[in-house]
């Protein structure tokens, strides 16, 4: 992912915005509360096959997610992390992740800076990165749908943004294994934000406490082994 100063400058949701050509096909499978509303996958998949693209920048990806921007960037910055990628890769996503996380819990519209907002990559390298994560991403839109919206009002979704914010720090955090849990969190915090679905709030709840009892594990493991390093050393 580069900067490219020809991109879109950052966006705020809010303003008019097109619907990606063909995102607004729904799947046979979709339930009946779905239809006639774009879906995430589709969305992601019209991107990624738009030839007239060479690029395509974080700044494209917030204009084109409309009023699920929150929830959907939080998704496609934190769900490549829960699937196997390269190393650094939390690194690189997980600075977009702080920033929205952040807003989010001050309850302020998605918005990134300039150096983030015009990073990009190439179509192609995007593209592979859509054909990764859609099955996964087309699986859990089967059972999503609007129920426990206590779960998902303003003040429930400030209280996400702060435990997603935690997350995020932890996340870019240079632990073995240290990343996956988080951003399967995240990823269900996001899932359920997207379609006010109080269920996959749950579900991000209960990740968040597996993943910061596994994080803080690890960090104990390594300090005593550290303890033990230093007290052979000097023995």
Sequence with gaps: MTNDPAQSQPIRTGEAL???PGGSASRADAPPRSRGKARLSDMLAAIAADTQRERVSIADLLASMDSR???????????????????????????????????????????????????????????????RMEPWLAWSERFLRPRLSLLVHERAERLIGL?????????????????????????????????NDGVWVIGGAAATV?????????????????????????A
């Design 18 to 20: 097109e619907t990606p």
């Design 69 to 131: 921007a929150m929830g959907a960037l939080l998704l496609i910055f934190a769900l490549p992390n829960v699937l196997p990628s390269l190393p650094g890769t939390s690194g690189i996503l997980g600075l977009p992740l702080i920033y929205l996380t952040s807003q989010m819990m001050l309850g302020r519209t998605p918005w990134l800076p300039k150096f983030i907002a015009t990073r990009s990559l190439a179509r192609r390298d995007f593209a592979a990165l859509i054909d």
């Design 163 to 195: 435990v997603a914010l935690v997350l995020s720090v932890i996340l870019m955090l240079p632990i073995p294994f240290g990343n996956m849990l988080p951003a399967l969190a995240i990823s269900l915090f996001a899932l359920g934000l997207m379609e």
């Design 210 to 234: 597996v993943a910061i009892s596994v994080v803080a594990a690890v960090l104990w493991a390594l300090a005593k082994s550290l303890i033990f390093v230093i007290g052979g050393a000097f």
